[in-house]
């Protein structure tokens, strides 16, 4: 029954909803090799380091394969291939050819989505939902996008040649390993670029499918090299003297890092880093659709996302109700194995993640905030975190300031218009921003004032190929996504 | 305690919260994602028979169709015993006293259209005559119309009093409010009807007649469902849900059930709070239930109409 | 202070001449550096040019307030009346050419050399006006994303800018990399032409006279050495511009300009006596791209009346 407590506190039973009978994902459709090598110049090779380091499953800890640490000499093979391939290949080849190589990488990715998307949850924890329903056709999506724009440069930057700048270092993050990859590798490659990408130390595996992808389709040896390893590796490539061009997607502390790197080089860069997006709720917003907002907003991902809406502010007349739904909304999510199709809520990416957001949680209650929790159970193995939201938040306490890259949600609360721009702007970041109200004008009042790259009215968390995605401020600089998203990848000169 | 009526006079439903149609969609959609198997899938087939309120509701309906449809709601497959039986028999007031009869001791409840259905435009008058005839005549629910003509027109005050004198008309008898949400136009007003209804006394709110098009959605009910709980939070009475036509599929009937389950959490799983108005979809159920128990995909051909 | 200076008999002409102390430009006003400093920049003959401001940081973090405070109402009023007041300036730069002249001649320039300095400075503002309504059009988008979303991107003003002059343009450099990021809506703080900084104070004049709001461009006079490394690290400043081709100084603006990620342009390739001075590209470079989504109702797309 739905329980009525005293104080009118009214609230729903959800109790069975975690209990649909198990809808595992088979792994049996995925291949998962023991060992992985570099891909470097169109092959598979053994790392000159003669090192390589295991990669688990975050949801139970299991080891899925091991793959190879790259380091400065394999770095060194790998921008040599690139260059040679610049040089050689691909600076040459026309670019509606090109376009074709980048439209058959597009079409394996879907042909083989189901795997993809199998190994990016077992590599990640995300939910296979996500991964079935987003990470991979995005990625798929994202290719075609960018393969259509390579003989069509010229429509792009009006009276400016557009150039290719080179071999291009990219460096992505574990949030969204093989979306990120799509994200780098198909603008640079329809305009006319070679790339060596370094994926994510704890999820390299669909990287490496990528490559096995990209062998399929017969890109050209050495257009797209393939490296995995740590920090050390995305080091030694930001630092590599023959590299035209970085790009990164990470945290905003190492991006200042490359940024710094990068100075007294001619490496052009672009940076997409951190976030604490503000997600600001009017009283006479939809309410229901706004807090399904909220949730997709902090949520999704386990909050791993750069632009997750971690920062809410709820205007005060309707503060009471809109925590009253989150809450209930809370006890609806589902969270366990992410390979079960109904699970809403997977594993934390890694322990060191973990850990992380785990700090937090201990910050937040330390600097009195309220913190409320799902009552969820979780896994006994692997890395896990309850759904989180915490009331009573000050502006100035840290869960409001700093970026905690997990399921956890400050609400925050505001009065007027100009008190919440204020308040919303407030931070040095400025990579998204969201707006619930049910009033025209004031959402493009809202969305103009509001210091970020990207602005979601009355929804959140959407992307979409044609649609440039970056920050402000210290959420990076360049865009993704769209015409914008070619600009980081040419030289423009004069006609 | 001030009454939900007493509440409702006060209330200035122009305000009722607003819709976001795109996300609303979303939303709904997101139910449909869900993987159900097994035995919760079985058990959903189940809770489906349970919650149907079989309907005819045709002018050629005469007493040898009703009849069989009697037979039907308590017989759904005689070849797998144990199964449910459906929720209610709905049909017009005409058709009570036969159904009454042919459901004897059954514990099916009568429910009957009443206000004019489906177009409702009859004088007040008539429709709190037609309610009092229809329970009269023993039917334990009562399936109204809203006058939509006038809550288009704004007289949101006419339609409330409308609800409040036949749910008075209904004595003891459960009062189903039918939106006919096909004719509303878009999600505000779905809302802002539900809000009107439950507050005037509604049990139930349904979202159509069948008679047009479109009829029940997962989107409207969605909707219907949020001003249900939105309500619950705020009177803390509860209210039920039946969605009518356009529900002939079992698949299509499991997601409701993910969706009511997921938005109104477990106390309103039973058919005491939903109910799918429906005709065909307890065949398909069946269906779905026997090839879950044998394993075989099965026809209709070894499945009784009505 | 200006009577230090040496007293310039140019003509016969038995009256003297009244001498112009120059000050720097902070908040739309003309205060001597806090410092109390100033330096004495020579001609290329070696005579004194004046007794110019050696603006220390302080004067740079009172400029980076002011301009802070000038953004918002900058950047959001209409692109129609920043292009007026870009067009005022260069009236007001037409009215006062001979003052420019005579002073780029003092600074080393030939009569011909100067006459078209001023020429090229006054066509850049005018170039530059009638872009401040016409660049959103040329760098936003409509994205056609593939959901229910209307979707469109569009250039705004990265903030407040820091930048360090062209050193040997003094002021055709100076008007080339101010005019693109205020016709953009941002807000700047200049470090003039070191050796040549005379132009850069009476062009202050200029937009003091031409409806620029105050704080909107901000001029310092002074040593580059001392005043970049404050140019490039203030956490306030959004973006910084270098115009030489030192490599040392660019790697160091590069390294300070990580402590915010603060975006970094070096126009050290550029004759800004060319066409290739001008474009609209340069004022992309100071624009931050803003992607907004918001839901379309899908009325009447999918099927019926919802």
């Not at chain 1, 909803?17 to 809808?23: F, K, L, Q, T």
């Not at chain 1, 809403?344 to 409320?372: H, M, P, W």
């Not at chain 2, 507050?199 to 249900?228: C, H, N, R, W």
């Not at chain 2, 939903?274 to 398909?284: E, H, Q, T, V």
Request: charged residues 25%; positive net charge.
């Amino acid at each position: 029954m739905a329980t009525k407590k005293k104080n009118n506190t009214i609230k729903l039973n959800f109790d069975t909803v975690r209990n649909y009978a198990p809808a595992l994902e088979s792994k049996s459709a995925a291949t998962i090799k023991p060992q992985y090598d570099l891909f470097i110049n169109g092959k598979f090779e053994k790392p000159l380091s003669k090192k390589y380091f295991s990669t688990i499953n975050p949801s139970n800890e299991e080891k899925l394969s091991e793959v190879a640490e790259a380091n400065t000499a394999d770095v060194n093979r790998a921008v040599k291939a690139a260059r040679s391939a610049y040089e050689k290949v691909w600076k040459k080849m026309a670019a509606k050819e090109r376009a074709k190589y980048i439209f058959r990488i597009a079409r394996i990715i879907q042909e083989k989505a189901r795997e993809l998307s199998i190994i990016e949850t077992l590599d990640g924890g995300k939910p296979i939902r996500e991964s079935r329903d987003f990470d991979i056709p995005a990625a798929a999506n994202h290719f075609f996008y960018y393969a259509g724009w390579a003989d069509k440069l010229e429509y792009a930057f009006p009276n400016r040649n557009a150039n290719p700048l080179g071999v291009a270092g990219q460096i992505i993050p574990w949030n969204f390993p093989l979306l990120m990859a799509a994200w780098k590798i198909a603008p640079a490659l329809a305009t006319g670029n070679t790339v060596v990408l370094k994926s994510a130390e704890t999820t390299p595996l669909t990287a490496l499918k990528l490559a096995e992808i990209i062998q399929e389709a017969d890109l050209p040896a050495g257009v797209v090299n393939i490296i995995t390893g740590g920090g050390e590796t995305g080091a030694a490539l930001v630092n590599h003297t023959d590299i035209n061009k970085i790009a990164f997607t990470g945290s905003t502390e190492v991006g200042k890092i490359i940024q710094k790197a990068t100075a007294g080089t001619n490496k052009k860069l672009t940076l997409e880093l951190g976030g604490k997006a503000a997600n600001i709720i009017f009283e006479d917003a939809a309410l229901d659709e706004a807090v399904e907002g909220v949730i997709n907003g902090i949520y999704f991902n386990q909050g791993q996302v750069c632009c997750a809406g971690s920062r809410l502010y709820i205007q005060e007349s309707v503060a009471k109700e809109v925590i009253k739904k989150l809450k209930d909304r809370l006890e609806s999510l589902i969270v366990g194995d992410p390979l079960d199709k109904n699970t809403d809520v997977g594993a934390i990416n890694s322990r060191q993640q973990l850990e992380t957001i785990q700090k937090y949680l201990k910050i937040g209650q330390q600097e009195g905030a309220e913190k409320y929790e799902s009552s969820c159970a979780l896994p006994q193995k692997g890395f896990w975190c309850r759904p989180t939201l915490f009331t009573n938040v000050a502006q100035s306490n840290r869960i409001a300031q700093e970026e905690i890259f997990g399921p956890v949600l400050a609400i925050l609360t505001f009065r007027t218009d100009d008190e919440i721009i204020e308040k919303a702007n407030n931070s040095p970041y400025g990579l998204s921003a969201g707006v619930w109200t049910d009033k025209g004008s004031k959402i493009f009042n809202m969305t103009k004032r509001l210091k970020a790259g990207v602005v979601w009215a009355n929804t959140f968390n959407k992307f979409d190929p044609t649609a440039p995605f970056g920050g402000y401020k210290e959420s990076g600089y360049g865009r993704e996504g769209g015409l914008h998203g070619l600009m980081p990848y040419v030289n423009l000169s004069n006609k | 305690m001030i009454s939900s009526i007493e509440m409702g006079t006060n209330i200035d439903f122009s305000h009722s919260p607003r819709i976001d149609q795109v996300g609303l969609e979303e939303r709904a959609a997101r139910f449909t994602k869900r993987s159900i198997k097994k035995e919760t899938k079985l058990n959903g087939l189940l809770l489906t028979l349970n919650m149907i309120d079989l309907t005819t509701l045709e002018g050629k309906d005469s007493e040898g169709k009703v009849k069989q449809l009697c037979y039907k709601a308590q017989h759904l497959h005689d070849a797998y015993p144990g199964l449910p039986n459906v929720a209610a028999i709905c049909v017009y007031p005409s058709m009570i006293k036969i159904v009454q009869k042919a459901l004897k001791g059954s514990g099916i409840n009568i429910a009957s259209v009443a206000t004019g259905f489906p177009s409702g435009q009859v004088p007040k008058s008539l429709k709190i005559s037609e309610t009092k005839f229809a329970v009269a005549e023993g039917a334990t629910e009562v399936d109204m119309v809203i006058s939509r003509g006038k809550f288009l027109e704004g007289e949101y005050n006419y339609v409330f009093d409308e609800i409040a004198a036949i749910k008075n008309a209904c004595g003891s008898a459960r009062l189903k409010v039918i939106l006919e949400t096909g004719e509303l136009g878009n999600m505000d007003k779905v809302r802002r009807a539900s809000d009107i209804a439950m507050y005037a006394g509604a049990d139930f709110i349904k979202t159509s007649t069948g008679k047009i098009q479109p009829a029940a959605t997962m989107p409207v009910t969605l909707v219907m469902l949020e001003a249900i709980r939105d309500y619950y939070y705020k009177t803390g009475r509860m209210v039920g849900m039946k969605p009518a036509g356009g529900i002939s599929k079992s698949k299509l009937a499991l997601y409701y059930l993910v969706m009511l389950k997921e938005t109104l959490g477990d106390a309103w799983m039973n058919n005491h709070w939903f109910r799918f108005g429906a005709s065909s979809l307890a065949n398909d159920v069946l269906l779905q239930i026997v090839k879950e128990k044998t394993g075989t995909y099965q026809s209709g051909n070894y499945f009784s109409l009505d | 202070m200006s009577k230090t200076i040496s007293v310039k008999n140019k003509s016969n002409s038995q009256r003297l001449e009244v001498l112009k102390t120059y000050k720097i430009y902070i908040g739309g006003q003309f205060p001597r550096t806090e410092s109390g400093r100033f330096y004495t920049p020579l001609d290329a003959t070696g005579k004194k040019l004046a007794n110019v401001c050696l603006s220390s940081r302080k004067d740079f973090r009172d400029a980076v307030v002011v301009a802070r405070n000038a953004c918002s109402s900058w950047g959001n009023r209409a692109a129609f009346n920043r292009s007026q007041i870009l067009y005022r300036m260069a009236e007001m730069l037409e009215g006062r050419k001979l003052q420019f002249i005579d002073e780029l001649m003092q600074q080393g320039s030939s009569k011909i050399k100067a006459k078209e300095e001023v020429a090229l400075s006054i066509d850049r503002l005018i170039y530059y006006s009638g872009w401040c309504d016409k660049y959103q059009q040329l760098f936003s988008s409509v994205n056609p994303v593939a959901s229910s979303h209307f979707n469109f991107s569009v250039p705004e003003p990265t903030g407040v800018v820091s930048i360090i002059a062209p050193q040997s343009s003094s002021l055709l450099g100076l008007v080339s990399v101010i005019a693109p990021v205020i016709a953009g809506g941002n807000t700047c703080i200049v470090l003039s032409s070191e050796t040549k900084p005379l132009c850069a104070i009476t062009f202050a004049e200029v937009i003091n006279s031409s409806d620029v709001p105050a704080g909107v461009v901000n001029i310092l006079t002074g040593k580059v050495a001392e005043l970049a490394p404050w140019f490039v690290a203030h956490m306030d400043v959004n973006a910084t511009i270098y115009c030489e081709a030192d490599k040392a100084m660019q790697k160091m603006f590069k390294e300070k300009s990580a402590m915010n990620v603060k975006r970094i342009f070096f126009y050290d390739k550029i004759d800004w006596t060319k066409e290739k001075g001008q474009s609209p590209y340069f004022i992309f470079d100071t624009q931050e791209i803003k992607t907004t989504w918001h839901p379309i109702e899908p009325i009447g797309a999918s099927g019926g009346g919802y």
